[in-house]
């Protein structure tokens, strides 16, 4: 079992930042790839981003290919999401996930965590 807990999540300006944090515990968080998924209101989960269990790989969603960087500390078994030049339509509740790859969390990863609201103003 891996336990995933999200936090760093808020209310921001349009064209604002925030960085999301995804803390892991359980089995050894190095040995498993991490992802977030979004879900806007009365929308289906998105994936956003995921990166490999060593950090050499990353996914993003073209949604936010170069607003948004997905990165890991396996030394501090965390997780991040930086997310920059936010949209009003970057509102959602946002989830960090984990599974052995990047392709088994686009395809719906094992572990899941609880979400953290980010709701951007114009």
């Known amino acids: 079992q891996v336990q995933l807990v999200e936090s760093g999540g808020g209310l921001v300006q349009a064209g604002g930042s925030l960085r999301l944090s995804c803390a892991a515990s359980g089995r050894t968080f190095s040995n498993y790839a991490m992802g977030w998924f979004r879900q806007q209101a009365g929308k289906e989960r998105e994936f956003v981003a995921a990166?490999?269990?060593?950090?050499?790989?990353?996914s993003h969603a073209d949604s936010v290919k170069g607003r948004f960087t997905i990165s890991r500390d396996n030394a501090k078994n965390m997780g991040y999401l930086q997310m920059n030049s936010l949209k009003p339509e970057d509102t959602a509740v946002y989830y960090c996930?984990?599974?052995?790859?990047?392709?088994?969390?686009?395809?719906?990863?094992?572990?899941w965590g609880q979400g953290t609201q980010v709701t951007v103003s114009s």
């Open positions: 996930a984990a599974d052995q790859t990047i392709k088994n969390i686009k395809a719906g990863p094992r572990y």
């Open positions: 990166i490999s269990m060593g950090a050499l790989s990353t």
